[in-house]
């Protein structure tokens, strides 16, 4: 496993050096055909114990993506109903729905000269930015029981990633609500200006980000953390810690 993921790394370095991208990803495909999530994990691994950025692993991702896309079903299968990766891919599923929402609003909204034009495509806006807000208990049951025990494992690339973009990410959301709660003591024009910066920046992201998640980082975890008592020991971390008031199951 270990010359496949040095021959792994060095295609994911020279892709990130600006090499041709299709040449490298021809190669790079080649060789994820018979890895696993684990091994691409510690190839990112591999690269940041080497000195690369966290920020620039991120480039990486679109690889494992082209490569990974279709083996969710398999993984939602193996779990049980109440696993704890059961229920952070079906609260990505509702959050992917939050975020179509938000898509369309925006472009109704860029539509609008002002805000007595639809109050209720506003109100819309509100309580939408306000349900993907209110995401948080995802992403701390994430950050604060799932990553850690990958990182203790020492699969800790995927992780930085994972927590950089969680706080990229959390910016914009927090800003959205607030430019909802404010479309009456700006010029309208910049409301809208605003709204769509900040809504197209949540919806490309956070699609990405739950991407990545779904095919890379859970399928990791699934694999590296064999321990079924541990797994039960997190769920009980995880309903400490609550839910959101869209997830699922609990």
Same mark, same amino acid.
């Given at each position: 496993m270990e010359n496949r993921v040095d021959k792994l790394a060095d295609v994911l370095r020279r892709l990130n050096n600006s090499e041709d991208p299709e040449t490298v990803k021809g190669e790079?495909?080649?060789?994820?055909?018979?890895l696993t999530a684990e091994e691409l994990s510690l190839a990112e691994q591999k690269l940041v114990d080497e000195g690369m950025k966290a920020e620039e692993l991120r480039g990486l991702c679109s690889v494992?993506?082209?490569? #990974?896309? &279709?083996?969710?079903? &398999?993984?939602?299968?193996?779990?049980?109903?109440?696993?704890?990766?059961?229920?952070?891919?079906?609260?990505?599923?509702?959050?992917?729905?939050?975020?179509?929402?938000?898509? #369309?609003?925006?472009?109704?909204?860029?539509?609008? /000269? /002002?805000?007595?034009?639809?109050?209720? #495509?506003?109100?819309?806006l509100k309580e939408t930015a306000e349900g993907i807000l209110s995401a948080e208990k995802h992403h701390k049951r994430e950050e604060d029981v799932l990553f850690p025990e990958l990182e203790k494992l020492g699969i800790t690339g995927p992780t930085?990633?994972?927590?950089?973009?969680?706080?990229?990410?959390?910016?914009?959301?927090?800003?959205?609500?607030?430019?909802?709660?404010?479309?009456?003591?700006?010029?309208?024009?910049?409301?809208?200006?605003?709204?769509?910066?900040?809504?197209?920046?949540?919806v490309f992201n956070m699609r990405d980000h739950i991407f990545k998640e779904n095919y890379?980082?859970?399928?990791?975890?699934?694999?590296?953390?064999?321990?079924?008592?541990?797994?039960?020991?997190?769920?009980?971390?995880?309903?400490?810690? &609550?839910y959101c008031p869209f997830t699922p199951l609990k």
């Open positions: 790079a495909k080649e060789l994820i055909e018979d494992h993506m082209e490569m #990974l896309e &279709g083996q969710l079903n &398999g993984l939602k299968e193996s779990l049980s109903d109440d696993h704890v990766l059961q229920t952070l891919i079906l609260e990505h599923d509702e959050i992917l729905k939050l975020l179509d929402k938000l898509e #369309l609003l925006n472009i109704k909204i860029q539509k609008m /000269s /002002s805000p007595q034009e639809d109050r209720a #495509l506003l109100s819309d930085r990633i994972m927590r950089l973009e969680h706080d990229e990410i959390r910016l914009r959301k927090r800003s959205l609500v607030e430019l909802a709660n404010n479309v009456d003591y700006i010029d309208f024009a910049d409301f809208k200006d605003r709204a769509k910066e900040l809504s197209s920046y949540i890379i980082l859970y399928p990791t975890a699934y694999e590296a953390i064999e321990d079924d008592k541990l797994w039960a020991d997190m769920k009980n971390r995880c309903d400490e810690i &609550g």
